[in-house]
Every structure is written in structure tokens, then in C-alpha cells.
């Protein structure tokens, strides 16, 4: 019965409440970004946006972590995907201005896909040799100019909510750049809406963030060591 009632909820309240609140974000930083503000409205709204989204599903979302960056500093934060939650779970209680690495597909979202590429996300294309390259420079830029971004390093939303393999894009970033890398743990995601349901479900997401993980001092980080702490990183705060 309560399930019942949630769906009802969902589809009378929440949902024109939510598309609403989508297409305000999306207008909203589509203008501050033209107006020069693409720093401030490249993150803000979205961060509101996905608390709401949050809030109205009554999905909460505890964090753990935050002493662990400094919000004036860049990083590459690499995450494991569970769920489709995960993007509002960061996005909205991560605490630290950001783009995102995202899939390309998601561009043809309407008018969403088109503010995310207007504040300076970054889409992934895998395409070809050249699209790899012009992906790879577009997140050099953002990097360049002071600017965290957030990789989903699995590449895709878990089948099952276990953490599997990461892949180089993230981690070449960071020894392109010298940054610390910073894994983030998400736990509860999965529960919340696995991959191929349409309507998430009431719960709990837990965020953890790790410490950095520096370059050696005075050198600079070695690729598959810096994937193999980073996994494990993430991996430890994570149910057996």
C-alpha cells in the first residue's frame, strides 16, 4: 500500500513539479552561461535542480568525506556508477564546483543537452580516433582553467550494482594535469533506481570521499598504480 501511494505521489506531484524545475535549470543556465557566467551557472542551478529532484523523491542522501578537498582546488574525481541517482546524489551533496565527463548520447536530451554543452560539460566521444582527441582537449580547457570534473570511470550504470573495471580517460587527465585524483564510493543507488527500471523508489545514498591521492613527490603519477588505489579506494567503502 505504501509503494501504491508513493506512485501515485510520483506521478501527480512530483513529476510536473520535477519537469518543471528541469526546464527553469536548464533555461537558467543557458542565459547566465551566454551572459558570461558560465563558472557560477555551469553548476549552481544543477546543483539545486538535483536536490530537488532528491528531495521530492524522498531519496536522502548522507555524505561522509567533504574535509577531505578543498573547494578551491582542482581535481579529478572518479566515482563508481550504480544508478541513475548518482548524478543528482553528486551533483547535489558533493559540495565542490565541477563539470561533468558525460556520454555524448545525452546531448540530444531537449534543451538540458543543449545547457549542459553552453556552461562547459563535457561530452564523451568515442567515436573516432580524432573525437577521443577533441574530447580528451575539451577537458584539458576546463582543467586549464581551474575547474574540477567528476568521471564516471566504469563508462556505463552498473547491471547489477557491483563496482567494475575503470577505464584511462579519467586517470590520463590527471597525470596530464599533475592533480590529485579523489574516488568517491556511492552505496544505495543501485537500490534506489537500478539500470533498466523507469521510477526510482524512496531510500538512502551514501557518498563517501576518499582522500587525494597525490602524485609522488616530486614526480608524477604512474597510470595503472593510480587506477589500482583509486578502485580500491572506492571498492573499501563498499558493502562485501
Known amino acids: 500500500m505504501k509503494i501504491l501511494f508513493y506512485r501515485i505521489y510520483q506521478f501527480c506531484i512530483a513529476m510536473p513539479l520535477l519537469l518543471a524545475a528541469t526546464i527553469l535549470a536548464a533555461l537558467t543556465t543557458i542565459v547566465g552561461s551566454m551572459l558570461g557566467m558560465s563558472r557560477s551557472f555551469g553548476y549552481w542551478p544543477g546543483h539545486y535542480w538535483a536536490r530537488i529532484f532528491c528531495v521530492l523523491n524522498f531519496v536522502r542522501v548522507k555524505v561522509s568525506g567533504r574535509e577531505n578537498f578543498d573547494k578551491n582546488t582542482s581535481y579529478v574525481f572518479v566515482a563508481n556508477h550504480q544508478g541513475a541517482f548518482d548524478i543528482f546524489s553528486i551533483y547535489g551533496y558533493l559540495g565542490h564546483n565541477f563539470r561533468w565527463m558525460m556520454k555524448k548520447s545525452l546531448e540530444k536530451i531537449p534543451l538540458v543537452g543543449y545547457s549542459c554543452r553552453v556552461s562547459g560539460h563535457i561530452y564523451v566521444d568515442n567515436s573516432t580516433p580524432s573525437a577521443t582527441r577533441l574530447t580528451m582537449e575539451t577537458a ?53 533506481m537500478p539500470r533498466g527500471t523507469v521510477l526510482p523508489r524512496f531510500g538512502t545514498i551514501h557518498l563517501t570521499v576518499h582522500k587525494p591521492i597525490y602524485a609522488p613527490e616530486g614526480g608524477r603519477h604512474e597510470l595503472s598504480h593510480l587506477m589500482e588505489r583509486s578502485f580500491e579506494a572506492v571498492a573499501s567503502a563498499l558493502p562485501q
Not at 159 to 171: E, L, N, Q, S, T
Request: hydrophobic share 45%; aromatic share 10%.
Open 140 to 192: 584539458e580547457k576546463r582543467l586549464a582553467g581551474g575547474l574540477s570534473v567528476v568521471v564516471f570511470p566504469e563508462g556505463s550504470r552498473s547491471r547489477d550494482g557491483r563496482i567494475h573495471a575503470f577505464r584511462r580517460g579519467a586517470f590520463q587527465l590527471a597525470m596530464e594535469f599533475n592533480l590529485p585524483v579523489i574516488p568517491v564510493t556511492i552505496d544505495g543507488a543501485y537500490r534506489v
